[in-house]
Nanobody, 114 residues
Framework: QVQLVESGGDLVQPGGSLRLSCAAS????????MGWYRQAPGKQRELVAR???????NYADFVKGRFTISRDNAKNTLYLQMNSLKPEDTAVYYC????????WGKGTLVTVSA
């Protein structure tokens, strides 16, 4: 059974940092394009960042220069380093894996508030 388990969400003050992790039970993890999405209350889920199987990356405009996506294929883990956090970054952050099939984690809550 495929599982994507996010961790690292927390309450943080504006300007702070967090590192999210996504542990994936995928036998061919390195073949998957991976991504982070988020969903704020009352809003649709949106792409934050994604990384291809070749580790090329792209980011939503609202996180460029603040967030960094990375992957460790040896550990089957995806990361999202989030710096200079803003209150509008408050959301549930979801991990996504896409290759032949498309998988989602259950999410981890990030709250940015003073």
């Amino acid at each position: 059974q495929v599982q994507l388990v996010e961790s690292g969400g927390d309450l943080v003050q504006p300007g702070g940092s967090l590192r999210l992790s996504c542990a994936a039970s995928l036998s061919d993890f390195r073949r998957y394009a991976m991504g982070w999405y988020r969903q704020a209350p009352g809003k649709q889920r949106e792409l934050v960042a994604r990384i291809s199987s070749e580790s090329s990356t792209n980011y939503a405009d609202f996180v460029k220069g603040r967030f960094t996506i990375s992957r460790d294929n040896a550990k089957n883990t995806l990361y999202l380093q989030m710096n200079s956090l803003k209150p509008e970054d408050t959301a549930v952050y979801y991990c996504n894996a896409r290759w032949i099939f498309n998988y989602w984690g259950k999410g981890t809550l990030v709250t940015v508030s003073a």
